[in-house]
C-alpha cells in the first residue's frame, strides 16, 4: 500500500518569511515518482514538479526549492521569501511503479499575511 | 485553448438523482482520470481509464459508473446521487509513452457538486 502524509495541516507566515511544507510517504516499490501540485484560491490544480525516486538531487526553481530525502522518505518543499501570492493549498503525490494514478497527501494550507 | 475541461463547474441536485459530469482533453492522452476532493481527505481516485473502452476501479468507486468510447472523453455518472457524493470533482489525464513510466497528470479545472 501506498501512502502519503502531509502532517502540516495549516501554516500561516508573514510575508518574505521561508516556509517548508513537509510531505513523508511510504511505498514497497523501489522505483516511484513523486509530485508537488498547488491549489490557489480559485480552485484549479497546478503541477509544480515531478521527481523520480532514482534522482536524488534537490531541485531549484526561482523562489521554490525541493529536497528528496530517501533515507527519510521525505520529500520537502521550500518557499523562500513567500509572497502573498503563494497562498494556496499544496499537495504531494507518490505514484509507483506499474501504477497509473496518484495517492494524494491531505494537503497542506499556506497563508502568507502581508 | 487546447487542455482539459469540465462541465459543469457547478451543479446543485437532489438526492436521487442521476447526474453525469463531463470531463474533455484535447491533448490524445491515454490515461484519464477521476478524482473526488473532500476536507481532510486528499484527493482520491474514484475510476480510471487507460484508454477507449477500457476502465478500472480506484479507491472509491461505488455509486459511480463510468464510460470511455472516445479518447478524448471520460463522463463520469452518478447513478442516485447521495448526500455524500456533494465534493469536487477532478478530472485529470496523462501520456502514455512505451517504456517511459514517468508521466505526469494533469488536471481539469474540477466541477462543485451539492447533493440536497
Known amino acids: 500500500a501506498q501512502k502519503v502524509t502531509q502532517a502540516q495541516t495549516e501554516i500561516s507566515v508573514v510575508e518574505k518569511e521561508d516556509v517548508t511544507l513537509d510531505c513523508v510517504y511510504e511505498t514497497r516499490d523501489t522505483t516511484y515518482y513523486l509530485f508537488w501540485y498547488k491549489q490557489p484560491p480559485s480552485g484549479e490544480l497546478v503541477f509544480l514538479i515531478r521527481?523520480?525516486?532514482?534522482?536524488?538531487q534537490n531541485e531549484i526553481s526561482g523562489r521554490y526549492s525541493w529536497n528528496f530525502q530517501k533515507s527519510t522518505s521525505s520529500f520537502n518543499f521550500t518557499i523562500t521569501a513567500s509572497q502573498v501570492v503563494d497562498s494556496a493549498v499544496y499537495f504531494c503525490a507518490l505514484r509507483g511503479t506499474g501504477r497509473r494514478a496518484l495517492t494524494f497527501g491531505s494537503g497542506t494550507r499556506l497563508q502568507v499575511q502581508p | 485553448d487546447a487542455g482539459i475541461t469540465q462541465s459543469p463547474r457547478y451543479k446543485i441536485t437532489e438526492t436521487g438523482r442521476q447526474v453525469t459530469l463531463m470531463c474533455h482533453q484535447t491533448?490524445?492522452?491515454?490515461?484519464m482520470f477521476w478524482y473526488r476532493q473532500d476536507l481532510g481527505h486528499g484527493l482520491r481516485l474514484i475510476y480510471y481509464s487507460a484508454a477507449a473502452d477500457i476502465t478500472d476501479k480506484g479507491e472509491v468507486p461505488d455509486g459511480y459508473v463510468v464510460s470511455r468510447s472516445k479518447t478524448e472523453n471520460f463522463p463520469l455518472t452518478l447513478e442516485s446521487a447521495t448526500r455524500s457524493q456533494t465534493s469536487v470533482y477532478f478530472c485529470?489525464?496523462?501520456?502514455?509513452?512505451?517504456?517511459?513510466?514517468?508521466?505526469?497528470?494533469?488536471f481539469g479545472p474540477g466541477t462543485r457538486l451539492l447533493v440536497l
Open positions: 485529470a489525464s496523462s501520456e502514455s509513452r512505451l517504456g517511459d513510466n514517468q508521466e505526469t497528470q494533469y
Open positions: 521527481r523520480n525516486s532514482f534522482d536524488e
Open positions: 491533448w490524445s492522452h491515454s490515461y
